[in-house]
């Protein structure tokens, strides 16, 4: 019995740090797509290489080489019993390479929380993110800041501001969203696997309607 979740919205409406929560209290693996271009970009490689080229400008990575970078992460002993998917799939065809591969492992996506903000809301909110340089976790100056300026609460590593959330990316980031991703939201909705989540409240808020979905 495998449970594959994925969060569906907009960047910056708080799905990494929702996922961050989910993963602890399901005990399923975390796999967020952008954190895997960004682990590669520090790294080096030449996957990270080229993502860089692509996410600088608020653009999507081709689909081929997301699909390969995922279904290799999804085939990662951690999976076994599911992960809760963050960032992708992002594309229809994603998608449609998404319900292959959990085939595959006689799995499917079980639940889409689809979470909702205003686009002033994703520009303050990315507006106002650290992320922390060692593994990712997620702060926001004003509504999630950490003890000490500059440092994760969680393993002490430096604190960043990533350079795709300068506003005019983001507002692109934003605009692909709604042409790229978007047709997702119907995709999952005809499969009965959508979830409308309201992301415009405190974390706290946000995270007990989702773990409420993920119980129906
Ligand atoms: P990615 O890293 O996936 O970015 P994104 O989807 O645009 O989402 P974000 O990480 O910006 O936001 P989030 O929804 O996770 O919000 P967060 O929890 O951080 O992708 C980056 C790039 O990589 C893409 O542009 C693309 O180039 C490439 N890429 C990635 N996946 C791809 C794919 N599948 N295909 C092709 N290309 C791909 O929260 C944001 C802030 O708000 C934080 O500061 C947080 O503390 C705060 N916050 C969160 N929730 C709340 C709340 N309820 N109230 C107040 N503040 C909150």
């Known amino acids: ?48 290489k080229l993502a860089k080229s692509y996410m600088d400008k608020g653009e999507l990575v081709p689909d081929d080489v997301t699909i390969k970078m995922i279904r290799d992460r999804l085939k990662r002993d951690d999976c076994k019993s599911g992960a809760i998917l963050d960032g992708f799939p992002r594309t229809p065809a994603q998608a449609d390479a998404l319900e292959k591969t959990l085939a595959e492992f006689s799995g499917q996506v079980d639940k889409v929380p689809y ?6 809301i994703l520009i303050e909110r990315t507006g106002g993110r650290f992320t922390c340089r060692a593994s990712g976790h997620i702060y926001h100056e004003t509504f999630n800041p950490p003890v000490k300026v500059g440092v994760c609460d969680i393993d002490g590593s430096e604190l960043y501001q990533r350079d795709d959330d ?27 696997k959508l979830v409308e989540i309201n992301g415009d409240q405190a974390v706290e808020q946000v995270t007990q309607k989702l773990l409420a979905a993920l119980k129906t």
């Open 166 to 192: 300068k506003k005019e990316t983001v507002t692109k980031r934003i605009r692909v969203y709604l042409e790229q991703t978007m047709p997702l939201v119907e995709y999952y909705r005809t499969r009965g």
């Open 115 to 120: 979470i909702t903000a205003a686009e002033d």
């Open 1 to 48: 019995m495998t449970t594959f979740i994925v969060l569906l919205g907009p960047p910056g409406v708080g799905k990494g740090t929702q996922a961050e929560i989910l993963a602890r209290s399901t005990n399923l693996a975390h796999i967020s797509s952008g954190d895997l271009f960004r682990e590669n970009l520090k790294n080096q490689t030449d996957l990270g």
